[in-house]
């Protein structure tokens, strides 16, 4: 019995292994020692308010520098990471990196506005999440009002009464929410209406073809207009042309992001470059 129950168990194991190509294996390896070995790092994409044009903030983006393949997006590693049950380890390493890059920075007397961080909804499921978050901020000195949590509305749907907690944890230390990619999921507008939810993220494909299809266009003035009434704030995302960014600004939407603005930068650029001549208020140091 023993010996076939072994038998069993190796061939589990080599069926698995030919359902996966040598190279999906190849980067989980790869991507288990990124992890520990800190080649991950995050870029910022600088968000703007429509209606002065000053940078508010920034959404942390994960890139992988590896060290054959040269610099990753997440499309190229993340859902792996989902597959192999990496996904919480990926969220624990964002919020360390970017926690300790905003208090770099307010030791460099640097204001970088809010900050928001794409975290897993499974990963709101763990009961500790948010008193997790307030240690690391509380151990690099900054204010959680400093950070914002952005999920996937298709991935935070189904899992709506049982994160609630956690959301109300977060609310209650002042962390905002935001829902990203918004109106690619479902069910919407429950959500809307059962959580505490700070911010729409009205996803780029709606951005897309502004003002010429028009049906995108009364979706988003529909949305935007939602969101007014809601008191939600909503941003538009994928903003690349001054047509697109017009429109937005005319049919009463109040921030954005997109290349128009900036692609998504190192950390050293959007607190040197970009804001020093978008906004050079934000340093409220002496910088050099
Ligand atoms: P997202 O959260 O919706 O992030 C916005 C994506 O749109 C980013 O792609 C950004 O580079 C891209 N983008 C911004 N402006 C424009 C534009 O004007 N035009 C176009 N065509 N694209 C624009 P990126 O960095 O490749 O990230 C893709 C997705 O990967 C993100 O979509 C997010 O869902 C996921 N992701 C990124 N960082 C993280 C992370 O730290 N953790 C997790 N779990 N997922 C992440
Ligand atoms: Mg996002
Ligand atoms: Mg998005
Ligand atoms: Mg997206």
């Known amino acids: 019995h023993a010996k076939a129950k072994g038998r069993g168990q190796i061939c589990f194991y080599s069926e698995h292994m030919e359902q996966r190509s040598s190279d999906s294996l190849q980067m989980e390896i790869d991507l288990r020692r990124a ?15 429509l209606r002065t044009g000053s940078c508010i903030g920034a959404e942390a983006l994960l890139r992988w520098q590896h ?3 040269g610099l990753l997006l ?9 597959d192999v049950g990496l996904t919480t380890a990926i969220d624990n390493f964002v919020i360390q990196e970017v926690c300790a890059q905003i208090g770099q920075w307010k ?3 640097f204001a970088p506005g809010k900050i928001s961080i794409n975290i897993s909804a499974t ?16 151990a690099h000195g900054l204010d959680l009002s400093q950070l914002e949590i952005e999920v996937l ?18 609310r209650s230390l002042e962390v905002t929410l935001a829902i990203d990619d918004f109106g690619t999921g479902y069910s919407s507008l429950a959500m809307l209406k059962d959580l505490p939810i700070d911010r729409i993220k009205l996803d780029r494909r709606f951005i897309k073809s502004l003002p010429h299809d028009s049906k995108d266009d009364r979706i988003v003035a529909a949305i935007i207009a939602m969101g007014r009434s809601l ?19 005319s049919l009463g939407c109040t921030e954005a992001q997109g290349f128009l603005f900036s692609r998504p930068i ?3 650029d959007f607190s040197n470059g970009w804001l020093k001549c978008n906004r050079p208020h934000a340093f409220i140091g002496t910088s050099t």
Do not use: W
Not at 35 to 49: G, T
Not at 153 to 170: G, K
């Open 107 to 109: 030791d460099d007397g």
């Open 153 to 170: 509305e298709s991935t935070l749907f189904p899992r709506m009464r049982s994160s609630m907690n956690t959301i109300e944890e977060l």
């Open 231 to 249: 008191g939600i704030n909503v941003i538009a995302e994928g903003v690349e042309t001054r047509e697109q960014r017009d429109r937005l600004i």
């Open 123 to 138: 990963t709101l499921l763990i009961p500790d999440f948010a008193s997790d978050l307030k240690a690391t901020a509380d």
């Open 35 to 49: 992890i520990s070995d800190s080649e991950l790092l995050m870029f910022y994409q600088p968000q703007v308010d």
């Open 266 to 268: 190192k950390a050293h």
């Open 67 to 69: 060290p054959k393949k």
């Open 74 to 82: 997440p499309g190229g590693f993340v859902p792996l990471a989902v």
